[in-house]
């Protein structure tokens, strides 16, 4: 089976990655006011936009730690599982943080939301045996010796 080669970053940059990600949800969900969602007239929102954007960060704070532990022996339905319960755990602790600031609050809505898109490292688990994953030097030489 040919696997699809897929560049693997420094390990201190893919942690640095994670921090990046986790920072800005954190930042985006503390310290900063949400933008509000915008009215429109008329428009039934099956899925409001701010689930969306819980839905998205729990994702990337997933695709991100997958990603930081790819080079990891352990197996892949362990790293799954903490995957997704580290990315849960940080939403908890966000809504928690949350309930403590004024106009803010706990939203179990929001914990869902966040559980959904965490859960969606699913994919990449089920993804990545076709891939393979190879140190960042073996591109940059491909590319010297295609030139």
């Known amino acids: 089976m040919r696997r699809l080669p897929v560049p693997l970053l420094p390990a201190w940059l893919r942690w640095l990655g994670v921090a990046?990600?986790?920072?800005f949800v954190f930042v985006n969900s503390v310290?900063?006011?949400?933008?509000?969602?915008?009215v429109i007239p008329g428009k039934?929102?099956?899925?409001p936009l701010?689930?969306?954007?819980?839905?998205?960060?729990?994702?990337?704070?997933?695709?991100?730690?997958?990603?930081?532990l790819a080079d990891s022996e352990r197996q892949r339905t362990e790293l799954?599982?903490?995957?997704f319960c580290v990315a849960m755990l940080y939403g908890i602790g966000i809504e928690l943080c949350q309930w403590t600031i004024p106009n803010r609050f706990f939203s179990v809505e929001d914990a869902y939301a966040n559980a959904i898109g965490a859960g969606l490292v699913?994919?990449?688990?089920?993804?990545?045996?076709?891939?393979?994953?190879?140190?960042?030097?073996?591109?940059?030489?491909?590319?010297e010796t295609d030139a």
């Open 31 to 38: 310290l900063v006011a949400p933008p509000p969602d915008p």
């Open 122 to 143: 699913v994919v990449w688990y089920a993804i990545e045996p076709y891939l393979q994953l190879r140190p960042l030097s073996s591109f940059v030489q491909a590319s």
């Open 50 to 68: 701010d689930k969306w954007r819980h839905f998205l960060a729990y994702a990337a704070i997933a695709y991100a730690l997958a990603y930081a």
């Open 44 to 47: 039934f929102d099956f899925v």
């Open 80 to 83: 799954a599982v903490g995957v």
């Open 20 to 23: 990046a990600v986790a920072g």
